[in-house]
T-cell receptor
Framework: DAMVIQNPRYQVTQFGKPVTLSCSQT?????MYWYQQKSSQAPKLLFH???????NEADTPDNFQSRRPNTSFCFLDIRSPGLGDAAMYLC???????????FGQGTRLTVV | GESVGLHLPTLSVQEGDNSIINCAYS??????FIWYKQESGKGPQFIID?????DKRQGQRVTVLLNKTVKHLSLQIAATQPGDSAVYFC???????????????FGKGTKLSVIP
């Protein structure tokens, strides 16, 4: 059974139209990560949560925001998507003592 | 043979041969390392991990070697199979200073192609 679930698997949005990607987990992990992965590149960490504490990477654009209303859910909000934001967005979780990060299947975002 | 593509280096091996995939990591404070396998259109899948106080760890058909002196990791896959074809990433974990949580940062991947 899937433990980290991302919805939707595929998302098409218009240039400049806000979009939200969602992630849920059944592992009760403290840490949740959001990564952006472009074609043939490594996943790039955007930000992560430790419980409710938000940790933003220094080079993550302001256009990207995140919310974590509870342990199970985390959202990635892109306020004004540009063509360069088209990518696969990956959510992952890990426990503080368990070190392995579990990944969802990703949401592929297309901007038209 | 090994070649460097536009973004991802590629390693081509014959089915049944052993594969060695290399990774250089950046942060000497990293305390934990993971190898992930990523198939096209899917999220990364855990393969094997190693803590910084070890230099070798073996799994089923896979071995990870860690050389902290030169900040280098390798993944060895024995008797490579067509199902092993994928992109392989190493990831390093660093504790957020004082925050009690961890960042997990990926290195550049290597695309493994297995020739039947």
């Amino acid at each position: 059974d899937a433990m980290v679930i991302q919805n939707p698997r595929y998302q098409v949005t218009q240039f400049g139209k806000p979009v939200t990607l969602s992630c849920s987990q059944t592992l009760n992990h403290n840490v949740m990560y959001w990564y952006q992965q472009k074609s043939s590149q490594a996943p790039k960490l955007l930000f992560h949560y430790y419980d409710k504490d938000f940790n933003n990477e220094a080079d993550t654009p302001d256009n990207f925001q995140s919310r974590r209303p509870n342990t199970s859910f985390c959202f990635l909000d892109i306020r004004s998507p540009g063509l360069g934001d088209a990518a696969m967005y990956l959510c992952a979780t890990s426990g503080l003592l368990n070190t392995e990060a579990f990944f969802g299947q990703g949401t592929r975002l297309t901007v038209v | 043979g090994e070649s460097v593509g536009l973004h991802l280096p590629t390693l081509s091996v014959q089915e049944g041969d052993n594969s060695i995939i290399n990774c250089a990591y950046s942060n000497s404070a990293s305390d934990y390392f993971i190898w992930y396998k990523q198939e096209s259109g899917k999220g990364p899948q855990f393969i094997i991990d190693i803590r910084s106080n070890m230099d070798k760890r073996q799994g089923q058909r896979v071995t990870v070697l860690l050389n902290k002196t030169v900040k280098h990791l390798s993944l060895q896959i024995a008797a490579t199979q067509p199902g092993d074809s994928a992109v392989y990433f190493c990831a390093e974990r660093v504790e957020d200073s004082g925050a009690g949580s961890y960042q997990l940062t990926f290195g550049k991947g290597t695309k493994l192609s297995v020739i039947p």
